[in-house]
DNA sequence: TGCAAATATATGTACATACATTTAATGTAC
DNA sequence: GTACATTAAATGTATGTACATATATTTGCA
């Protein structure tokens, strides 16, 4: 559905305008898509995203502040995230002996379970959203979205 | 800056993930950009959309259902919203006579004021983010959006 | 050495989001 | 015209965001 439709509003003051309308509601779209996918797991999207980055550095641990430099939203607040993960046991935090003002956070065997669990409904799931385009539109897509935060 | 080294991770699954990645990062940036702008006049980013579609209805009243609707976030909760902008005298709210389920809202001279000064700001300001694109680029951008969406 | 600056994380507060539930008013079927 | 479903808005609760501040530790340098 166009923008125009989906929010109602037939005019837009010129194509720049809607287009950043259009950048964030389409933001939004996929962001609940993809949180209600998760829900039946648990976890909430922001946890998804720290739990995978644990992934990445797996078997080593992260600290908080690497947590924070590969979030997406980088004011987002990385404690209290792995507080919920750490209820949840798919986190360990323990206090590095080596600078004690920095936490290792290891992500544990549950952790990776659930992660192999999400991975397969992804490979299940490459239709729809983002796979509407085509691979050349996509490469588009992503010249466009880093030259607006040039 | 490339997404790759924003979020500092050299490796993507394939170019359809990187490219959902640097949409949602690049919303956020924008996002938090616009919400620096507007915090010395005291307001969120949501509760100057809504006052904006408020002023789109001027003189008319918009209920409730109707801010919802035209939400860029339709889970949002336009209630809470609406309250904290009464509180800041930008809208009025009343209960409607013909239906007394539903309450007419509506932006006060001070809240149309408010966006006054926003626009002349708006205006002043036509250059970077969204703006790095040429038009054609802004058109194509507008038409993949709606493609992901559909 | 001693002490100020820098760093890592946690905490406090206001606001927003997501979603379930509640309350009140209206519409509709019988 | 009463009973039940529907609709509109508000409220409750858990989580996240944005930003300021606090606390502990380490670093660096006079």
Redesign the interface.
Known sequence: ???EE????TAFRN??H???????????????EHGSMLKPFGITSPQFNVLRILRGQYPKPATVSLLI?????K?SNASRIVDKLEAKELVTRKQCPNDRRTVDVLITEKGLDLLKQLDALDNDN?SG?????T?D??????R???????
């Open positions: 559905m166009k923008i989906e929010i109602k509003q194509e720049y809607k287009a950043y309308i259009n950048l964030l509601y389409t933001s939004n779209f996929l962001q609940q430099e590969r979030m997406l939203d004011t490459k959203g983002i796979y509407n385009l691979e539109e996509t490469r588009e897509l992503n466009m979205l880093d030259k607006i935060r040039d």
